[in-house]
């Protein structure tokens, strides 16, 4: 049905460019409000300024009753000397904090703002700046209470203000009837029966539609094509995805455009899809959405990720270290060339690194690639000879094994690589690849991943794309983990190496 669906959107004719309205659709009950609420810089500027205001006064109170507490406790006759203390030392935290807060992009707009994981790792971060710089001046401390102390009670107290600030902020744009513009997506009848849900809603307005089916339009712009649903992404909120059978390549493209315009996408479930796990529920006034987040490790999540990689590169390294003396020696007595060679390699984001491995082929070995397409034995984007004429006798033996990719460790280290995720594709094979593809490239490429684990080469390209959207859906630290214990049979059984 999806390339039934993909064929039928090729060939609706591309609606007329979509002409705006001159007011904003989104003002409603109540006129002086609703007209603040449209300058859009004020609106803005409003919201930096509040929520910077409520973090500020949260961590002021927070070390305040830190050293309050502890006053109580040791010296409850200086009770009142706490309030100087809290001011001598807050400024500097609240400087930090603004900083770290910013870079963490939790004053962005409601959509985009991280969750509480986010201002849980920032405060983290705002902990240990101010501890080091404190040593660092040669403060002395009979205890580190001040710092954990003022910490537990910032994360009490900076995301209770914002949660505050939340729910008072979306009553006043409700009771300005501030609605978001929503596109609908998807075949004509789903399009229709979404639309009708949201006419009692006071949240989202159906703004417009992209159908993958001819249809009569019962008040919404038709915004004609995917393609061209792009030009219009400064006047829309959200998307709104309304087919359950839409094709699984152009909900990607479409997906990453949005997201990376910060448009937010919600898809209107089935009810199979009802009964999912592990997806985020978005409750609706008139219809429950699902919410599509970019897959992008931030956060704690970040933060753990690369406790992760960084502590166990170190230990694979002690490990593997005598080994890896032994290869090099190996390399540079069975030809010559360098032991060590640097495949430039798109990586997060698409941005080339230096990926390291050690030199399993002859000098020029890249100039023979082209003479040699027309042996490639691997589907899609990938570039694969079993028995490739470049390859040296000890590359042979490294390549078996996986050893020649022990180097990369040392990438995991620089932070260009991750110990489990996508695995990073020569320029030549990420120039070949589809759009909805690079979506892998949200994150650090990996040293093993599941493709590895699964099958290997013996999988088509596509499908090994599909294993990389799985792990960054499903990622955990204990999935890290067993991946990584995975890796080590399939490799001693060398099950698709290549």
Avoid at 151 to 160: C, E, M, Q
Avoid at 447 to 458: A, D, H, I, P
Wanted: charged share 25%; hydrophobic share 45%.
């Amino acid at each position: 049905m999806g390339n039934g669906l993909a064929r039928e959107l090729r060939e609706v004719k591309p609606a007329e460019p979509v002409e705006l309205p001159s007011r904003d659709v989104r003002a409603g009950s109540v006129p002086m409000l609703g007209g603040l609420l449209r300058f859009e810089t004020l609106r803005r500027g409003g919201r930096v300024v509040t929520l910077a205001l409520l973090d500020v006064l949260g961590m002021f109170m927070a070390i305040w009753t830190a050293l309050a507490i502890k006053t109580l406790v040791v010296s409850p006759d200086v009770l009142g000397r706490t309030y100087g203390q809290a001011k001598d030392v807050a400024p500097l935290a609240c400087l930090v904090m603004l900083l770290l807060f910013a870079r963490s992009r939790l004053y962005r707009e409601r959509a985009q703002r991280p969750g509480l994981a986010t201002l849980i790792s920032s405060l983290l971060q705002v902990t240990l700046v101010i501890a080091l710089y404190a040593v660092i001046e040669g403060a002395d401390f009979s205890s580190y209470y001040v710092f954990y102390g003022s910490l537990s009670f910032a994360l009490i107290y900076i995301p209770s203000f914002r949660f505050l600030f939340e729910r008072v902020s979306g009553a006043l744009l409700r009771a300005a009837g501030y609605r978001r513009r929503a596109v609908l997506v998807g075949s004509g009848s789903h399009i229709d029966a979404v639309a009708h849900a949201l006419r009692d809603s006071s949240e989202i307005e159906p703004f417009g539609y992209v159908s993958l089916t001819p249809r009569t339009s019962d008040g919404i712009r038709d915004f004609g094509t995917l393609a061209g649903l792009e030009r219009h992404f400064d006047s829309i909120d959200e998307v709104l995805i309304a087919d359950p059978a839409f094709p699984q390549e152009q909900a990607v493209d479409l997906v990453d455009r949005c997201h990376r315009h910060g448009i937010r996408v919600r898809v209107a479930p089935s009810t199979m899809e009802i009964l999912m796990d592990r997806v985020e529920f978005v409750p609706g006034q008139s219809l429950p959405l699902f919410e599509l987040k970019p897959p992008v490790f931030e956060g704690i999540d970040f933060v753990v990720k690369r406790t992760f990689d960084f502590v166990g590169t170190l230990v694979i390294l002690m490990l593997l270290s005598p080994v890896m003396a032994l290869i090099a020696l190996a390399v540079r007595l069975d030809s010559r060339g360098a032991v060590l060679f640097r495949s430039m390699r798109p990586g997060i984001g698409g941005r080339p690194f230096a990926c390291l491995k050690f030199r399993t082929m002859r000098e020029g070995a890249e100039g023979m690639q082209d003479g040699l397409e027309e042996h490639n034995e691997a589907g899609g984007a990938i570039f694969k000879i079993r028995s490739d004429p470049r390859i040296t006798r000890v590359g042979a033996f490294l390549r078996r094994w996986s050893l020649d990719e022990l180097p990369q460790l040392f990438n995991v280290l620089r932070g260009e690589m991750s110990l489990v995720g996508p695995r990073p594709l020569p320029q030549r094979d990420y120039d070949r690849l589809e759009g909805w593809h690079r979506k892998r490239y949200l994150v650090l490429p990996g040293l093993t991943g599941l493709w590895q684990v699964s099958g290997r080469s013996e999988l088509d390209f596509d499908e090994l794309v599909r294993l990389d959207f799985l792990y960054l859906e499903r990622w955990s630290v204990g999935l890290d983990l067993t991946i990584l214990l995975k890796t080590v049979p399939a490799v001693v059984k060398s099950h698709g190496a290549w």
